[in-house]
């Protein structure tokens, strides 16, 4: 079955320091990975994406993440995070031919000063 | 560059009333999903529109939920005869191109959020 898992329901770091957001996925076909930002009471920013090729993506806000087939994962990272960066972080996976998105159930980041 | 736009933004209804979610898409996109946002739950795909057409209804439950896209105006959710169950945040999104994630992905609005009492 299609899924995807995000392991932590709610992170906190300190501004400042790095970060890494984790998502597993379980896709028959070849994945299309996306990470998706929603702050509160909005809707969903695409932050980045993962279709092929370089398995390092960069993406907006200073966001990256990096895909790897043998763990079946797609983490999300940034060096330095900002107080401005607290927000709910939403993994998906995508590829079917209709570009439905399974939704991991969130991770929760909240920035300390 | 109005993006994707839903109304109302809060919506109260009691038990048995019905519930009408509207979603104007992005300028020149013909393709719209509806999703549900349960309380500490990731979004779940409901429904997939093109103008006049359901494409996929798989994550639509088979009673009480219907959508549509007319040739004019906004696609519309409805919900008759709420319950409670039905509270959740209703997100709409829209792409310009057929269902293709890699070249079209797909941009939200800021949703509904259906409180039933």
């Known amino acids: 079955a299609q899924s995807v898992t995000q392991p932590d329901i709610h992170i906190t770091v300190s501004e400042g320091a790095s970060l890494e957001l984790r998502c597993n996925y379980s896709?028959?076909?070849?994945?299309?990975l996306f990470w998706y930002v929603q702050s509160p009471g909005q809707g969903l920013q695409l932050l980045l994406k993962?279709?092929?090729?370089?398995?390092l993506v960069q993406g907006i806000k200073g966001f990256e993440a990096e895909f790897k087939r043998s763990q079946s994962s797609f983490n999300l990272r940034k060096p330095s995070v900002h107080w401005s960066d607290a927000a709910e972080y939403f993994c998906?996976?995508?590829?079917?031919?209709?570009?439905?998105?399974?939704f991991g159930k969130g991770t929760k980041l909240s920035v300390k000063p | 560059n109005a993006g994707v736009m839903q109304n109302p933004r809060h919506l109260v209804r009691r038990r048995g009333q019905e519930a009408r979610l509207r979603c104007s898409p992005m300028?020149?996109?013909?393709?719209v999903y509806w999703y549900r946002q349960l309380p500490e739950e990731g979004l779940k795909f409901m429904v997939y529109?093109?103008?006049?057409?359901?494409?996929?209804e798989s994550g639509m439950p088979k009673e009480r939920f219907s959508a549509e896209f007319p040739k004019e105006g906004p696609s519309i959710l409805r919900i008759q005869q709420v319950v409670r169950g039905d509270s959740a945040a209703y997100f709409c999104?829209?792409?310009?191109?057929?269902?293709?994630?890699?070249?079209?992905?797909?941009?939200f609005g800021n949703g509904t959020r259906l409180t039933v009492t």
């Open positions: 999104a829209s792409s310009p191109r057929a269902g293709d994630s890699v070249n079209s992905p797909l941009h």
């Open positions: 896709y028959g076909a070849t994945p299309y």
């Open positions: 993962y279709f092929s090729g370089d398995t």
């Open positions: 998906a996976v995508g590829g079917g031919s209709q570009g439905n998105l399974i």
């Open positions: 300028k020149g996109h013909s393709h």
């Open positions: 529109l093109q103008k006049e057409n359901i494409i996929d």
